[in-house]
């Protein structure tokens, strides 16, 4: 059996991250925006749409030559992730404080065999890779790796400083977990800038960047297998390339399990328009295998009994 964590923006929320619609909030008071900017953001909320899909309409028009708004979108992200990675950092990782490591969640995460996540926050890198991993997974893990990337600054580096992001040398290191970041990490910097994926067209994106779709071939290929097992916390099922990769892995017999407060009826409601026709629900809903409805501060605190529904899902074939 190959365990995998597959976490979204929900994951975070846990400890305070902020959700599409915490985010359209957060840049409506930053003091960066500009008129076009608002235009495009209430435009598009006005029709369903978030802040990605305004992302996505500046790149578009940055691409036709006019660059300067969806330059100040991503300064005005970038501000957004500085504001939150300073939050998860003056807070603790554990939910429950008992002596018991076997209830805590970092202890839980390290019997993944692979950590992907969609975040591009750092609350992992701030917490679970640098506070006591040695501890917890000495009989099973010496260390993490997250391939491609490098401190830009080694003589003096933490992990949540930034990152160079490396064009070639992409592997797993052995006997270590590896933490994919599957659209790029508010802290990883290329020549052009920070390595954040976002808006509507990120397949696209993504294939541009040679870590970025070798990540993506990566997850392909550990999850569109019999024996993987899934669990998808936070994830709001909105991205089209990764439902599709869901529902390669689960005609391969690949088996899931969802924590999301809206628990199996996520696969039933039509939460990605334009998924070309996806039917989560006819491919996936045999494959999932149980749900959580309950947040991760509940189920590694006093909820032992949902405790133990997450832990069945790991422990059985």
């Known amino acids: 059996m190959s365990a995998v964590l597959f976490t979204g923006a929900g994951f975070s929320y846990n400890w305070g991250g902020w959700l599409a619609d915490d985010v359209f909030e957060y840049l409506l008071g930053d003091l960066s925006l500009i008129p076009s900017i608002r235009n495009q953001l209430w435009q598009d909320k006005s029709v369903g749409g978030n802040y990605e899909t305004t992302i996505q309409a500046l790149r578009d028009r940055a691409r036709a030559g006019d660059d300067g708004d969806y330059k100040t979108m991503n300064s005005m992200l970038a501000g957004m992730f ?50 006591g991993f040695g501890i917890t997974s000495q009989r099973r893990w010496n260390g993490y790796c997250i391939p491609g990337v490098e401190p830009s600054n080694p003589a003096g580096s933490r992990n949540f400083d930034l990152q160079r992001v490396n064009r ?119 494959q999932t295998i149980g749900a959580s409805r309950r947040g991760l501060s509940s189920t590694f605190s006093t909820d032992s009994v949902e405790f133990i529904k997450l832990n069945r899902f790991l422990s059985t074939n």
């Open 168 to 286: 070639s040398d992409f592997r797993f290191a052995p006997q270590t977990q590896p933490y994919v970041k599957l659209h790029g990490s508010s802290n990883w910097i290329t020549e052009t800038g920070y390595l954040l994926i976002s808006g509507g067209n990120k397949e696209a994106d993504i294939n541009e960047v040679p870590l970025l779709a070798w990540y993506a071939e990566q997850f392909r290929r550990v999850i569109t297998n019999a024996s993987a097992r899934v669990m998808i916390i936070g994830y709001g099922f909105g991205d089209e390339h990764i439902n599709r990769m869901f529902v390669e892995a689960a005609k391969a017999g690949a088996r899931f399990f969802i924590v999301n407060p809206m628990g199996t009826s996520m696969l039933f409601t039509p939460i990605a328009p334009g998924t070309s026709g996806l039917n989560l629900s006819e491919h996936m809903a045999q």
């Open 82 to 131: 500085s504001i939150m990675n300073q939050a998860f950092s003056r807070q603790g990782f554990q939910f429950n404080h008992t002596s018991d490591i076997s209830y805590q969640i970092t202890t839980f995460m390290q019997r993944f065999d692979y950590i992907f996540t969609l975040n591009q926050d750092t609350l992992l890198e701030r917490h679970y890779l640098t506070e």
